[in-house]
């Protein structure tokens, strides 16, 4: 029983280790970068199978949960604090460690907020959004839900496109490391490729094992409940709205977390990051990983995500998301991994014999 | 504030409000036969604007609009008849991912065709400068032509519902699908006429609205969040609560820039659509009871 | 005895429509009451009413003695209300224990943080509300049915799932709406008996059912509703001879007869 639910995980990190092992002796270690921006969207990905998946709420403004945490902490960390040096809240702040002094590019000394405070400062952010904006949108259902959550995207997108604090078109550039732990850094250079790579996906690892073992609980069957059928979910005494906000509020931190990594990983975040067609991609991959499957998500996530970082689509990046968006949801609803494409097309058949 | 500018103020926002209500209408024609709201329905004014374009260049205007909106009906039906028709009582959120799915299939297909530039329409009667004195003030003839044929557009489609006898049928299904088809109505090409209705008065708004707005590949989105506000403020399923709602949100737009920078205008379509969700999502004409019986 | 719920002037309105008018009645604990009527006389929204789904215009619900009127339908679950819905209402996709473990819900308490750290006391509570459901599936015989889909029985198995379910919250009343609409004669004489047991666990039953032998054999009192008005509340055999019952039932047999 307990090897039955430990083991995929194990053969996860099998595989994550094998993988570096693999780039390592082919002498392909560029392979590494991709590879850990991939576990970063992939915590995006399985917070929203969380939400839209297991608990049956879609959401198409995902992606500004991600700029949220995306912008913030990129603001925070090169935003120049100079302006506080000389006050004793400077000072304050700077003995507690909550700012730090650091070398720009051109050799100035700049004071911003540590990472870690402007991580956690944007994570928290971004869920206190998402527990505001969740109250009255969760309370809709089906297209009314899919265009309040689409609007909230937009808003999100406008607002990093239009304010000059947050680099209107441009986004941000030159965001600082992440130092998670002092000698390792959440930043794109060649040095520390291999620990970026361990962070990401020992991060990923730890999230999809909880995520398992959440869906695995009393409240995983009461969020599918609420799914299932909302109304007797209540008459079994499950506080819907309650279960609702909180699995957005979940899915939203996630999504902040990855923005925050991501960025300073990428050292840079641009609006696209907030546009509805990456939410929209968010989707699609949670729908061709077969909506309530984890591992489907995660697996069909890795790889789109791989072959998209890598270029394999070229310009008809958007296209391939919107034409597999369409497949899928026409021949296998229930998932790429899941479809028996006998049985549906036999179901079809019989289907357009009765209608 | 003087006279001619609030009037002025007023022209653009009938303008836009009442292409707002066509693609409002859009919606409506298509929600009412399948409970479907189509993501996709911004993408047909595109393509009939875009269309029209290309077109023009090898034919008179009128014959290009003629054929422009022709092959966005075809369009539309095709759509419905590769992705929507066989579908077996398909889940609302299964109908949400495919008419999104389709949206970004046709906006990146008119991204290789037309590529990210800006298109427009020759003015129908006169150009740029042309105006013409509406009383004490002089406006552009193209927004007469907006308004007209949106005006007429609207009016026909009401006595098409209400007076043919294909019209009538359209309406039997959305009222009881499963009667009308008992009454020998055949529910699916229902369908495929509407999404071909609502291609086409999309395609038609599109083309004549394109000389003062212009037309890009990634207008559609927009556009649909718009008419879908609208859609749903005036009362999903409503056109003429559409109509009103449309001139309330176009007018709405126009006079926000008094008050706000013109950068945020189309933040104020995302407020409206997210207060009257949270308010009152049967829209403003609509009864919440009647609201309460629809299925989302 | 004592009333374990006690309804009083309820009033409901659907437009123009008066689905409730006005009613009152109360359920002893230890009874079984039901409330009759012909179609569309608001048995199912009396139902709502009572049990939360929907709020009334005016008029008050006391479920031992406190006012639950206003409050969520959860949270009247979570006071020991449970119920059925006429068109029944399973969890798709889930196994019938799982769709009975989601009855047993309100009795566990690992909340999202300690499940998602899967903490060990998680497990034990787990594998206890498991065995609370197999063993109340084993009461009502459908134990060998646990692992089946439950979207996928017969339409009668389905009904005593979703009685099972029910019965998984420990309700000390019990709503059933209609419970043996579409059973076969035999499924329906195994339904009453049922009803009957589950009175004898001490559960309090309040059902709508249109099977008239059912209601008569079963329930203590019959309370009987027409054009949303209550007409007659009393015991089996007084309500059937009742002459405004007898021409409103009548009638109806009648023209259905036609
Ligand atoms: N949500 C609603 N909106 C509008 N009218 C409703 C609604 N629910 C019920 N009604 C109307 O209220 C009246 C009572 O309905 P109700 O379902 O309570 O009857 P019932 O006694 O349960 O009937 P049945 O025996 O058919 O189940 C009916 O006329 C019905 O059409
Ligand atoms: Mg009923």
Known sequence: MVVRRVLPTLILIGLVVLTEQVTRITDTRYYLTQLTMTAYYGLVIMGLCLLMGYAGQISLGHAGFFAMGGYLSGLMTTYNLEALKGSSLGSMLTTLNLLVSRKDLYGDVTLSVHPWVSCILAVAFASVVAYLVGGPVLRLKGHYLAMATLGFGIIVYRVVLGSAIFGEADGFSDIPGFAVFPGVEVSGRASVRVANYYLAWGLLTLTLAGLLSLVNSRIGRALRAIHGAEDAARAMGINTPRFKLQVFVLSAALAALAGVLLTHFNGAIGPAQASVMASVRYVAIVAVGGMASLWGTLTMGSVLNMLSLRGYFGSLDDAVFGGILIVIMLFAPDGLLRAHPLARIRSLLRGTEEG | MSFELLFQYVVAGVTYGIIYAVVAIGFNIIYNTTGIINFAQGEFFMLGGMTAVTLNAFMPLPLAIMLAVLVTMVVGALIEMIFIRWLISPSVLRMIIITIGISILVREAALHIWDESVHALPYFTGNEVTSIAVGPVRISPQVLWVIGTCTVMVLALNSFFNQTSLGRQMRACSANRDAARLCGISAKNMVTLSFVLSAGIGALAGCVVSPITYVQYSIGTGLAIKGFTVAILGGLGNSLGAVAAGLILGLLESFSIWVMPTAYKDAISIAVLLVILFVRPSGLFGSSEAANLKEF | ?258
Request: hydrophobic share 45%.
């Open chain 3, 1 to 258: 005895m004592e009333r374990l719920l006690e309804v009083r002037n309820l009033c409901r309105r659907f437009g123009g429509l008066k689905a409730v008018e006005n009613v009152s009645f109360s359920v002893k604990e230890g009874q079984i009451k039901a409330v009759i009527g012909p179609n569309g006389a608001g048995k199912t929204t009396l139902f709502n009413l009572v049990s939360g789904f929907l709020k009334p215009d005016s008029g008050t619900v006391l479920l031992d003695r406190l006012a639950v009127q206003d409050l969520p339908s959860y949270s009247i679950a979570r006071k020991g209300m449970a119920r059925t819905f006429q068109h029944m209402k399973l969890f798709p996709k889930m196994s019938t224990l799982e769709n009975v473990m989601v009855g047993r819900h309100i009795h566990g308490r690992a909340g999202f943080v300690p499940s998602f750290f899967n903490l060990p006391w998680t497990w034990s509570e787990e594998r206890r509300m498991r065995r609370e459901a197999l063993d109340l599936m084993t009461r009502l015989d459908i134990e060998n049915l646990a692992e089946t889909e439950a979207t996928s029985l017969a339409y009668g198995q389905q009904r005593m799932v979703e009685l099972c379910r029910a019965l998984a919250c420990s309700p000390r009343l019990l709503l059933l709406d209609e419970p043996a609409a579409g059973l076969n004669m035999r499924e329906t004489a195994e339904m009453a008996k049922m009803i009957s047991r589950i009175r004898d666990m001490g559960i309090t039953v309040l059902l709508v059912e249109h099977d008239m032998s059912l209601v008569m054999n079963i329930s203590d009192e019959v309370a009987v509703l027409c054009y949303g008005q209550k007409i007659a509340d009393d015991v089996p055999l007084a309500v059937q001879k009742n002459p405004e019952v007898v021409r409103v039932y009548l009638g109806e047999e009648n023209a259905q007869d036609s």
